[in-house]
């Protein structure tokens, strides 16, 4: 997918804007507080209806107005078709179009525009527990297994309903429904998972390698439970242990990704500014192996892509991504960040105080 036109009101500083964006890299450049971050949370209110800076929308609404509305048209890559898509957000909530035709669900709108974000927060998924992997897994899951929403659904509602059951003191031999069920469910989620990490893995190694020379990266999978025996029978033998604490401890709910490097946990060795190369691999390999599989290509956002990188390794990304030949918005404080020969053919954006210029030359 990819956006040809995109026009926007009412979101944050921005004055209200109509672009047509390149489909390759488009480099949104801006002194700081212009308004750069501003428009990739505009596309990404387009693609997943919510913010990345808040968990509400209502702070991207524009001081003094009442609504925002983003409207992109999305070409498909698979199909050459166009779609203009729409996102409304004011005193009656969000309301989602598809050509003029509402969408009752985000789901469907994620769909249309899938979107891969890269910003100053993205550390975290090295950093943090387990929980911003397993999403990250499981959003690239979705996209490629068609089979895995339905499955992920059901595994977690049989989830809630023996937690529920947990806490209520039901006897085991009530629980046993819902854990035939869930072991089911989890074992179809943990093939999903694995197949898709034995597609994403050799994309991965590659994109290391090519950013950071770095030939040994690996992506270890934990599927959440110990291996060798069925979930079904753990929980069973398990279940005064966990009705103690009041949850399930085991299951794909608590899988999770290790990325190593040199057989090292990734954490343990590698720099502030490597790290970051590390999380754009992983989300490079995660766009490469969508287009790849399902002929769909994401939309990219790569918010202050310069930043923690030296000379080098920021145009050795840059490069790379004009190499996707996949839509890539990228920001950055001044465009002779880069050298200019990579930027030749691409689109550039001048923000300043809120106003979006195309200066392509
Ligand atoms: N709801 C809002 N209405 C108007 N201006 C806002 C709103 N929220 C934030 N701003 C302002 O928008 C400006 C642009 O922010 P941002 O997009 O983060 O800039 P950049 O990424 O270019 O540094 C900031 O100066 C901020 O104060
Ligand atoms: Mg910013």
């Known amino acids: 997918m990819s956006l040809t036109h995109l026009a ?13 964006p390149g489909c390759s890299v488009n480099l949104i450049w801006g002194e700081n507080g212009s308004g750069k971050t501003s428009l990739l949370e505009a596309i990404h209110v387009l693609g997943r209806a919510k913010s990345f800076r808040s968990s509400r929308l209502s702070p991207v609404i524009q001081n003094g107005s009442d609504s925002l509305v983003v409207v992109g048209r ?28 509402p969408l009752n669900r985000v789901s469907d709108l994620v769909l249309r525009l899938p979107l891969i974000l890269i910003n100053t927060d993205s550390h975290r998924l090295l950093e943090d ?42 006897a085991p031999s009530q629980l046993a429904a819902w854990e035939a069920e869930l072991s089911q469910a989890a074992d179809h989620i943990d093939e999903f998972r694995r197949q898709y990490l034995a597609l994403m893995a ?114 050795r990304l840059l490069s790379l991504l004009v190499s996707l030949g996949q839509q890539v918005f990228v920001t950055a404080t001044e465009h002779n960040l880069f050298d200019q020969a990579l930027l030749v053919g691409q689109k550039l954006f001048h923000v300043e105080r809120g106003k979006i210029a195309d200066v392509t030359t």
């Open 74 to 101: 999305v070409l498909s890559s698979s199909h050459g078709t166009e779609t203009t898509v729409r996102v409304n957000f004011g005193a009656s909530g969000v309301e989602l179009f598809a050509d003029r035709v």
């Open 202 to 315: 050799p994309w991965f190694a590659r994109y290391v390698s090519k950013l950071l020379d770095i030939n040994a990266a690996e992506i270890d999978y934990r599927r959440g439970w110990p291996g060798g025996r069925p979930l079904m029978a753990i929980l069973a033998e398990e279940a005064h242990l966990d009705r103690q604490i009041g949850y399930t401890r085991q299951g794909p709910h608590r899988a999770d990704l290790v990325i190593k490097i040199a057989n090292v946990p990734a954490q343990q060795v590698v720099s502030r500014g490597q790290q970051k190369l590390l999380i754009c691999a992983l989300h490079l390999a995660q766009a490469a192996l969508m287009g790849e599989a399902t002929r769909t290509r994401c939309v990219l956002l790569i918010d202050d892509l310069a930043a923690e990188l030296d000379h080098e390794h920021r145009n």
């Open 129 to 170: 527990g387990p929980r911003l992997r397993r999403r990250f897994l499981d959003w690239g899951v979705f996209h490629v297994e068609h089979g895995f929403f339905g499955m992920w659904k059901r595994y977690y509602r049989a989830l809630r309903q023996r937690n529920s059951a947990i806490r209520r003191q039901m």
């Open 8 to 20: 926007l009101r009412g979101v944050r500083n921005l004055a209200d804007t109509e672009i047509s």
